[in-house]
Every structure is written in structure tokens, then in C-alpha cells.
């Protein structure tokens, strides 16, 4: 099992965004500052301001969300999926690209995190 962490800027609206749109399902919650996530394998945590994740370095810098850092959710349907997400509003950082193993596309979590949805060749 994976265990991944995003920092995130509402822990609330990330639980709607990744149980409502893509399918995980809430494990645990503590309060506003952080919640764990689990789609198959993966388990997501994620890490409000509140959250000790969120605390700053000893150099000063401050944890915060975004980045081209992701994790790839495998897929069926990809292109019926993001036609879906669209109408939700979920926002997209590009079109789906075919590539040699399947297909793919970057989704943004509510807090600007990158997830990759990915559809294999094979499935």
C-alpha cells in the first residue's frame, strides 16, 4: 500500500473533491487539520494548515500545496471520466496525451495538487 501526503488548504473540500470525483472513500478524519483517503492501494493524507505537516522548516519555509509532484489513479473510461470532471468543474492542467502505454491527464485537487489519471493500453 501506498501512503501519500498532500498538504492541502481546506481539509473539507479536499475530502468532497477526492470522495465525490474520484471515487475514494473517507478512512478517518481529525478535525480541520488533516484526514486519511483510500482508493484501492493508496492511501491519501491530507494535511490542512493545521496539521503538523504544515509546520515551517527550520530554514523558514512554509509546506504548501501544488507543484508537478502526483500520484497516477488507473482508470477505465478515461475519456468518459474527464468529460464527467469537466462538468463537475474540476480543473485540468492539460488534454489527455497518448503515449506508448496508455492514456493520460493531469486533474487539480481544490488546493492546486496534481493527480494523474491514467488509462492503461491494456485496459
Known amino acids: 500500500m501506498a501512503q501519500i501526503r ?13 470522495t465525490k470525483r474520484l471515487g475514494f472513500e473517507l478512512k478517518q478524519q481529525f478535525g480541520p487539520a488533516m484526514a486519511i483517503l483510500q482508493h484501492g492501494d ?8 493545521q496539521a503538523s505537516a504544515s509546520k515551517p522548516m527550520p530554514d523558514g519555509s512554509q509546506p504548501s500545496p501544488g507543484g508537478w509532484a502526483r500520484f497516477v489513479l488507473s482508470v477505465t473510461n478515461l475519456a468518459e471520466l474527464v468529460e464527467r470532471l469537466r462538468n463537475e468543474g474540476v480543473t485540468f492542467r492539460n488534454d489527455i496525451v497518448v503515449g506508448p502505454g ?17 488509462e492503461s493500453r491494456s485496459s
Open 102 to 118: 496508455g492514456s493520460q491527464i493531469l486533474c487539480v485537487d481544490p488546493s492546486g495538487n496534481v493527480v494523474e489519471l491514467f
Open 6 to 18: 498532500y498538504i492541502v488548504n481546506d481539509v473539507d473540500a479536499s475530502i468532497e473533491f477526492y
Open 42 to 49: 493508496i492511501d491519501l493524507w491530507v494535511a490542512g494548515p
